[in-house]
């Protein structure tokens, strides 16, 4: 039977995707340092704690598991602490990435799903992103995603690696279920925020720029629900399962909405007045990244079923009251 390493697999995307392994009866080992992942994340499938900088520990778990292909999430992901560490970022999301591809060569596993980011654009030149649009990352952390894309790629030609790189938009939301949501320390993101504004956690929600060249002022971003990220993530492992070429996709619902409209939806699905607070631009953000997913659709079969900006802010919603009660 296919075995999935999920490196990562105690965060906000790693977990939701080993539910979505996990519910299809597919045999999950998680491998997380729970230096940013959780404990309580951890639900579905065998655990390994230990860190990718860990070559000895890397080779170990090969050794112990039968593991056919992997599902590569763990990163530092905060744009603004890349740019102050950038050491940091270079040595934990590419070297840690090249001894885990090290490791893989070594057991023989050819195949990976690797989380990627639409940072790797950088400035958007057209309206709408689609994948051949051009790479310029902004910051170390882009840059990192966008140098292991570039590994994987040199990895393809030099030792048959099969992989794909996914290339989320805005990953938002939390399981409809509610075991597994969003938690991040520090939260940076726009929806938690929100969310913890109108739970009383912090005075307001400040907006980063008010003077953008979009129909409010305010950015535009492509929010797309971790449930159907994760669904991604099982139909990319298996299109190369099933001899599929490597590739990079765009995972977004291909709509963007404005920081005041997401902050408008928040207000009507919990019911409370959030206090709006207004700041100036933060630098590294564009103004507007909105993509085009008709790849995905077309080759990996796959179709967002939670593309409503409100099932998205609703789930978030239920998550966040039950995991900071
Ligand atoms: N924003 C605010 N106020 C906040 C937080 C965010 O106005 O307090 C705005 C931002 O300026 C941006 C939008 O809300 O316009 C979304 O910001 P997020 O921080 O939620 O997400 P980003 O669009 O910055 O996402 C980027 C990359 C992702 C990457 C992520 C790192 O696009 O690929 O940063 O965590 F994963």
């Known amino acids: 039977m296919t075995k999935t390493l999920i490196t990562g697999g105690a965060g906000y995307i790693g977990s939701h995707a080993a539910k979505a392994l996990a519910s299809l009866d597919r ?143 805005n990953a938002a939301g939390a399981d409809p279920n509610n075991e597994v949501g969003e938690r991040h320390q520090p939260e940076t993101h726009l929806i938690p925020l929100i969310l913890h504004a109108a739970l009383g956690l912090r005075d307001n929600i400040t907006i980063f720029g008010t003077d953008y060249p979009t129909p409010d002022g305010t950015c535009l971003r492509d929010y797309i629900h971790v449930t159907d990220l994760a669904d991604a993530h099982v139909r990319a492992l298996d299109y190369l399962g099933s001899g599929g070429d490597s590739g990079a996709f765009n995972l977004g619902n291909g709509n963007g909405f404005s920081v005041r409209e997401i902050i408008d939806v928040a207000r009507e699905i919990t019911g409370k007045d959030i206090v709006v607070a207004e700041a100036a631009r933060r630098p590294g953000d564009s103004p507007a990244l909105v993509s085009s997913s008709i790849a995905a659709r077309e080759t990996l079969g796959w179709e967002p079923r939670l593309g409503d900006i409100r099932e998205i802010i609703r789930t978030a919603w239920d998550w966040h009251q039950k995991d900071l009660a």
């Open 27 to 169: 045999e999950v080992v998680i491998l997380d340092s729970l230096v940013a992942g959780h404990r309580d994340f951890l639900k579905w499938g065998e655990f390994e704690e230990g860190d990718l900088a860990d070559t000895a520990f890397l080779k170990d778990v090969f050794a112990r598991h039968d593991i056919s292909e992997v599902l590569h999430f763990a990163a530092f992901i905060a744009v603004g602490e890349s740019v102050e560490k950038p050491g940091m970022y270079y040595g934990n999301n590419v070297r840690n990435t090249l001894n885990l591809l090290d490791a893989m060569m070594e057991a023989g596993v050819k195949r990976m799903v690797f989380s990627s980011t639409a940072a790797v654009y950088g400035e958007p030149v057209t309206s709408v992103i689609a994948e051949n649009h051009p790479l310029s990352p902004l910051s170390p952390y882009a840059w990192s995603k966008r140098m292991i894309e570039q590994i994987l790629a040199d990895y393809g030609k030099a030792y048959g690696l099969k992989h794909i790189c996914l290339r989320y938009f």
